[in-house]
């Protein structure tokens, strides 16, 4: 009844496939309406007959389809559905060849696609603007003996905008070399010529870092908890950054950082210093205790220990920005214009702007003292001098691999 009162509209349709369904019957059922189907949503209690008749309908005008399987599960047959611009594939094989037209893509815990049959699907998707990677197995290592890239130089995807990898960490090496190729699809944009400067924007926590530079979006996502879990993130970093273009990296002259709640976002300062020597521009987004912002100021505040010796981060920095949902630490960032001030190898930080936390009118006024423009926007300014701020952690500003 159903679907006879909507014979004109398109069907968002979800099917859960559960034991001893009569397959045949259901598609006899299903068929009538299959070509409006606009949304389609397939998944899998127990590993079912590998026929999987719904997905043999025609489905021409499907636009969605998200496929949720079982160990293993697979349909090696085309689909039928010409107009697919957005595929999502959880514990889920295709006949990845025929996969054509795009625009997001999402790969979940499945064994494949080869390198081959990728860069077949690359190649028949020109539009594709988002790709998430999560592999079960290295195929796309094993699967192209010799070929030490793992994916495209660059990835041969001219409208991607977000790729995303994400990691258990069983496969250390495959997924570097998988951030590797995402660095250089990320460096081969080409930002407009009327653009004076290129922004970097990196949100670093402990599950993940996320790197946006002209447009493109790279984030990596660790899934899998181990006590390397902070190493192998601050590698993939490394590597990341190692294959984005030297020119690109030269012109960048503004670094938005983000940070969770732990204050772990100082860790990768070094990291972002040897690609984008060139940073004038500093903005810090913090949230919670300002734990980020305090252990920023502190590494800009002193020469890296055993990372660089005798190399200050970020010497071209004159303007910095905090914004934050808590407290700051405002004799933190005294500190860092007194030292950046006084240091010869770094220019002075001529403009602050903060936009959270308490300060006391005294403290306010020797801020300002000390830069050429200061705005306090959105910064309570009190009499007496705020209540120090409780950490609940220690900030350990050691080489961090």
Same mark, same amino acid.
């Given at each position: 009844?159903?679907?006879?009162?909507?014979?004109?509209?398109?069907?968002?349709?979800?099917?859960?496939?559960?034991?001893?369904?009569?397959?045949?019957?259901?598609?006899?059922?299903?068929?009538?309406?299959?070509?409006?189907?606009?949304?389609?949503?397939?998944?899998?209690?127990?590993?079912?007959?590998?026929?999987?008749?719904?997905?043999?309908?025609?489905?021409?005008?499907?636009?969605?389809?998200? /496929?949720?399987?079982?160990?293993? +599960?697979?349909?090696?047959?085309?689909?039928?559905?010409?107009?697919?611009?957005?595929?999502?594939?959880?514990?889920?094989?295709? *006949?990845?060849?025929? /996969?054509? !037209?795009?625009?997001?893509?999402?790969?979940?815990?499945?064994?494949?696609?080869?390198?081959?049959?990728?860069?077949?699907?690359?190649?028949?998707?020109?539009?594709?603007?988002? /790709?998430?990677?999560?592999?079960?197995?290295?195929?796309?290592?094993?699967?192209?003996?010799?070929?030490?890239?793992?994916?495209?130089?660059?990835?041969?995807?001219?409208?991607?905008?977000?790729?995303?990898?994400?990691?258990?960490?069983?496969?250390? $090496?495959?997924?570097?070399?998988?951030?590797?190729?995402?660095?250089?699809?990320?460096?081969?944009?080409?930002?407009?010529?009327?653009?004076?400067? #290129?922004?970097?924007? #990196?949100?670093? $926590?402990?599950?993940?870092?996320?790197?946006?530079?002209?447009?493109?979006? #790279?984030?990596?996502?660790?899934?899998?908890?181990?006590?390397?879990?902070?190493?192998?993130?601050?590698?993939?970093?490394?590597?990341? !950054?190692?294959?984005?273009?030297?020119?690109?990296?030269? %012109?960048?002259?503004?670094?938005?950082?983000? !940070?969770?709640?732990?204050?772990?976002?100082?860790?990768?300062?070094?990291?972002?210093?040897?690609?984008?020597?060139?940073?004038?521009?500093?903005?810090?987004?913090?949230?919670?205790?300002?734990? *980020? %912002?305090?252990?920023?100021?502190? @590494?800009?505040?002193?020469?890296? @220990?055993?990372?660089?010796?005798?190399?200050?981060?970020?010497?071209?920095?004159?303007?910095?920005?905090? *914004?934050?949902?808590?407290? &700051?630490?405002?004799? @933190?960032?005294?500190?860092?214009?007194?030292?950046?001030?006084?240091?010869?190898?770094?220019?002075?930080?001529?403009? &602050?702007?903060? +936009? !959270?936390?308490?300060?006391?009118?005294?403290?306010?006024?020797?801020? @300002? *003292?000390? #830069?050429?423009?200061?705005?306090?926007?959105?910064?309570?300014?009190?009499?007496?001098?705020?209540?120090?701020?409780?950490?609940?952690?220690?900030?350990?500003?050691?080489?961090?691999?």
């Amino acid at each position: 009844m159903a679907l006879r009162n909507s014979s004109m509209q398109p069907l968002y349709v979800q099917h859960v496939n559960h034991p001893g369904a009569n397959n045949a019957k259901l598609k006899s059922f299903l068929a009538p309406s299959a070509e409006r189907w606009d949304q389609l949503e397939y998944r899998l209690s127990y590993r079912s007959n590998p026929q999987h008749k719904v997905l043999s309908l025609s489905l021409r005008s499907l636009r969605h389809l998200k /496929l949720n399987g079982v160990y293993r +599960t697979s349909y090696n047959f085309p689909l039928d559905a010409p107009v697919l611009d957005s595929l999502v594939i959880i514990s889920f094989s295709l *006949d990845w060849t025929t /996969l054509s !037209g795009l625009r997001f893509l999402r790969i979940e815990e499945t064994p494949g696609p080869s390198a081959t049959e990728f860069l077949i699907i690359l190649k028949a998707s020109p539009q594709l603007e988002y /790709l998430m990677l999560h592999w079960q197995e290295p195929r796309l290592v094993d699967s192209a003996p010799g070929n030490p890239d793992f994916l495209p130089n660059p990835i041969e995807a001219p409208s991607l905008q977000k790729l995303v990898c994400m990691d258990n960490g069983n496969y250390m $090496e495959n997924n570097t070399l998988a951030v590797r190729s995402a660095g250089r699809h990320i460096g081969a944009c080409n930002p407009s010529q009327d653009e004076i400067a #290129v922004e970097l924007a #990196v949100w670093y $926590e402990r599950e993940m870092f996320s790197f946006t530079i002209g447009g493109r979006v #790279v984030e990596y996502r660790d899934t899998g908890y181990n006590p390397s879990m902070q190493r192998r993130r601050l590698i993939r970093l490394a590597a990341f !950054g190692e294959w984005i273009d030297h020119n690109l990296c030269q %012109g960048v002259h503004t670094l938005v950082l983000q !940070g969770g709640r732990c204050g772990d976002a100082f860790k990768c300062l070094y990291i972002l210093h040897q690609r984008f020597p060139q940073i004038e521009e500093s903005v810090v987004k913090a949230t919670g205790l300002g734990a *980020d %912002g305090s252990a920023i100021c502190k @590494r800009l505040s002193s020469l890296p @220990r055993s990372e660089g010796a005798g190399e200050w981060l970020f010497p071209n920095l004159t303007r910095i920005r905090f *914004d934050s949902s808590g407290e &700051l630490a405002f004799e @933190r960032i005294l500190s860092l214009l007194e030292v950046r001030r006084a240091e010869e190898q770094t220019k002075t930080i001529m403009q &602050l702007t903060a +936009t !959270g936390g308490t300060i006391n009118l005294k403290m306010a006024q020797t801020l @300002r *003292d000390s #830069v050429e423009v200061l705005d306090l926007t959105g910064v309570m300014i009190i009499e007496r001098p705020p209540k120090p701020i409780l950490s609940c952690f220690s900030l350990e500003l050691q080489a961090d691999f």
